[in-house]
């Protein structure tokens, strides 16, 4: 970390929304603080959409009508029909270890949502022209460019089980989503069964779209990892699991950032 | 303003440090966080970053500023509540200490006793900006990081 290339002004923003908090940083370049404030003033509204839209802890959310069956596809707005479409590929592309269909109480998008939303936040950030920006939506993070060209943006990875550590660091040029089990004390299906599985202990997948790696990073810690390669199949993705013993597997495109 | 929000961001985008993690690795976490003086190393490092942070009005005069304090809203984080007060002086964060923390469990105080220390190092050597997030979910950093905004805002830092 030589001094000189991160030292270039951010400006920052922290927006709860979806049951979490997403943070910004954004390299403001030519841009005056007003246009990038109205910028994350519009990321922002594009997450709250997506809340309202997507949500199953509100009743009266699209998904939720849905859901219930009082409504069909075509009778919601069109991002439903995107997102379960975005779901339809990660379903195929993890051979059917992330699939909102077999979830209990009917189609549930979740585990790709936050992702796709975070990107359409970003989406807003890059319109205008800001030349680095990084969207954090609870720990599934999307990234525009990087802050400068020797300096990529450097995503820590939680440590599953020391909350207080990280268990690496690696370099990321667009999408980095993590899943484990840790914490929430959540119980992750196993879609082929209907049952609780949970194979690995913390599973991070990268490539260019959030919404896939947030799919397949919830799928591939179900599936562990031996299941690795339906990540590294797909063109742009590899995966970093930390398995229930300790073990940790990356695949080749994985980039540890240096330590000091 | 601008350098004031990215103080806020950076707290909130990285929840835990990775200065604090290189530190705390051989120290066992202790729930009672120090309230006066910090690791010279750490207290190099944010001199260091405060030297490196622009102020807002660009002024390089040397000016004296009186500490500040204020304690945030108390946040839920998934097994109790907690809030933190916050010390600032000038723009620039000094402490940050627990308020109140509600943990019912012994796991649950396991789990707060290993997060806290290292999200106030965090918080207190944020504008170092060597990590510019942490992927993983963590409704502790979340509560923390909520409640260190709310005392900001009180400060109107």
């Known amino acids: ?260 | 303003m601008a350098s004031i929000r990215r103080v806020v961001l950076v707290i909130a985008a990285a929840a835990v440090g990775f200065i604090g993690v290189l530190s705390s690795h051989t120290s066992a976490p202790q729930l009672a966080l120090p309230t006066a003086g910090q690791p010279a190393s750490q207290r190099k490092q944010q001199q260091k970053a405060a030297a490196t942070s622009a102020s807002p009005s660009g002024s390089n005069t040397p000016v004296v500023l009186i500490a500040r304090s204020a304690v945030g809203a108390s946040e839920q984080y998934g097994y109790g509540v907690l809030s933190v007060a916050v010390t600032v002086r000038g723009n620039r964060i000094e402490d940050v200490r627990i308020n109140a923390l509600q943990a019912p469990e012994q796991y649950s105080q396991q789990l707060a006793a290993q997060a806290i220390p290292m999200l106030r190092s965090e918080v207190l050597s944020a504008q170092s900006g060597r990590i510019s997030g942490i992927s993983g979910a963590s409704y502790t950093s979340q509560a923390y990081a909520q409640s260190v905004q709310s005392a900001l805002d009180k400060l109107h830092v």
């Not at chain 1, 270039?8 to 908090?21: D, K, L, N, P």
């Not at chain 1, 959030?210 to 599936?223: F, K, M, P, S």
């Open chain 1, 1 to 260: 970390m030589t001094t000189g290339v991160s030292q270039s002004r951010t400006i920052g923003h922290a927006e709860t929304v979806m049951g979490t908090v997403v943070s910004f940083v954004v390299h403001p370049g030519a841009l005056s603080d007003a246009e990038v404030h109205s910028a994350l003033a519009r990321a922002c509204r594009t997450l709250h959409d997506a809340d309202n839209t997507f949500s199953t802890w509100k009743p009266q959310s699209p998904v939720s009508r849905l859901r219930r069956g009082e409504a069909t596809v075509e009778e919601l707005p069109t991002e439903v029909t995107t997102v379960l479409g975005l779901c339809e590929r990660a379903k195929a592309a993890s051979r059917g270890w992330f699939d909102p269909w077999a979830m209990p109480g009917g189609v549930d998008p979740t585990g790709l949502v936050k992702g796709w939303a975070a990107e359409q936040a970003l989406a807003e950030l890059v319109q205008p022209g800001v030349p680095a920006a990084m969207v954090n939506a609870g720990g599934d993070l999307a990234v525009h460019d990087r802050p400068a060209p020797a300096e990529p943006w450097r995503v820590g990875i939680r440590h599953p089980w020391r909350i207080d550590a990280l268990a690496c660091v690696i370099e990321a040029d667009a999408a980095v989503a993590t899943s484990g089990a840790y914490e929430r004390g959540e119980h992750l299906i196993d879609p082929h069964t209907g049952r609780p599985l949970t194979k690995a202990a913390s599973a991070t997948v990268t490539g260019p779209s959030l919404a896939i790696a947030d799919a397949l990073a919830t799928a591939l810690v179900i599936a562990g990892a031996e299941e690795i390669a339906f990540v590294t199949a797909l063109a742009g993705y590899d995966a970093y699991v930390i398995g229930l013993d300790g073990s940790e597997l990356a695949s080749d495109g994985i980039r540890f950032a240096p330590l000091a």
